[in-house]
DNA sequence: AGCACATCTTGACACTGTCAAGACCGGGCC
DNA sequence: GGCCCGGTCTTGACAGTGTCAAGATGTGCT
């Protein structure tokens, strides 16, 4: 982005470039001890540059967090596009979507703990404005095709539904992920609550009770 | 010496019981600028005290977090027991444990963003480890009173997904809370996901697909 | 070659958490 | 009463942190 005509071949200056990697330690970091664990001098000292040197790539201590955040969305949005894409069945579809995202959030707990935390990341960020939105975009669209009786407001009620599940699951399973690492009992819980969210909400006539 | 001798009660030492203090002010810090805004100087400033004054009642400022947690459990166990207790049809009482939970986490947004966040808490605390668990224990008694055909595996199995789905509109709605406090809509979004995670996985024989 | 720019370092400042040591208050003891 | 003692808070200090202005250093362009 800022760096040039990216060369990381030759990356014979001091470092090569250095914003990826500082985005790397700081994924480390934060996956290692949580974002109060985070310290920018320590994300210096591991990338063996000067304390001030992350200001000149991301201003802030913020703006480094932000493009954490930034590619964690890139990384979501990417594997649940693929996901998307490769399942025709609409009913199919809801599912893999769902695998998609825990298994992106369980893969990469650094980026989860500071996607969602409106006090770590600069909202007015442009980049971030543009891809935190996206995966909601993604279920929200998956919804609307597979429920085309629902008026758009029952969409979105049923979308939020299965977005804040989703999510819980993530933030249960990347707390505890020290002592739990159920894998495939955890994807048999996604499994089945979606699929009972889908055919109760959906399927039937509900969202409205 | 700012503080003078505006002493509440009788309370002439130097403060009454800061302890209380502390927690209050430290619930309203983080509930203004979240968990990374938080300080223990500034809550000690709030406070009217030094610096080092809380290091006597809570050791480190992660002592004060996790008193700031245990109290969110303690409001929420009690909270869920006395909605659970008001209503005796088994089925209703879901729904009210679920409407009291998310309640109590919209109504403490800053106990809520210390409660789940192992970074920030110290887990060998005893009272911490006592109370942290009573909420999933509350729930799954609920659900196994609801369910008695299933084995316990399938009951921690359905316990779990409610658990996260409350977990995710708790965490959706506080971090959104400035621009959405679409309460009402959220009380109906809560119901239906309750409802059909109810229907779906004990109603019916579900839980295992 | 030399210039302009991007990149990184240096030194400094205010702020933070934590600790040892001391000051202060209360109520007990003789 | 006078005295000591445990609980409560303050003071002063230290290392560590984020951020800034200024300077140093390498890179590419003309």
């Given amino acids: 982005m800022v760096t040039g005509p990216e060369a990381p071949r030759r990356a014979n200056y001091h470092h090569g470039d250095l914003a990826a ?25 591991r990338a063996g ?14 703006g480094l ?9 890139e990384y979501l949005d990417r594997s649940v596009g693929e996901a998307v894409q490769s399942v025709t069945v609409p009913a199919d579809r809801l599912r893999a979507l769902a695998f998609a995202s825990v298994d992106i959030g369980l893969r990469h707990p650094g980026h989860v703990a500071v996607m969602f935390r409106p006090d770590l990341v600069d909202g007015s960020n442009e980049a971030f404005q543009e891809w935190s939105g996206k995966p909601l975009q993604r279920l929200g669209a998956v919804v609307a095709a597979l429920a085309p009786h629902l008026d758009p407001e029952q969409v979105d009620a049923v979308t939020s539904t299965i977005w804040a599940t989703l999510n819980g699951f ?7 992920a020290d002592r739990l690492d159920a894998d495939p009992d955890l994807r048999r ?10 055919t109760g909400t959906i399927a039937t006539d509900g969202a409205q009770r």
Avoid at 38 to 43: C, I, N, P
Avoid at 52 to 59: I, K, M
Avoid at 189 to 198: F, M, S
């Fill in 65 to 73: 967090l932000t493009a954490v955040a930034v590619q964690g969305f």
């Fill in 21 to 45: 990697t500082l985005i790397a330690a700081t994924v480390d970091l934060v996956a290692e001890k949580g974002p109060s664990g985070f310290s920018l001098r320590e994300v210096a000292r």
């Fill in 170 to 176: 993530v933030n249960l399973y990347t707390s505890t």
């Fill in 49 to 62: 540059v000067s304390p001030a040197a992350p200001s000149h790539h991301f201003g802030d201590a913020r």
């Fill in 189 to 198: 819980l996604v499994a089945t609550a979606v699929d009972v969210l889908h």
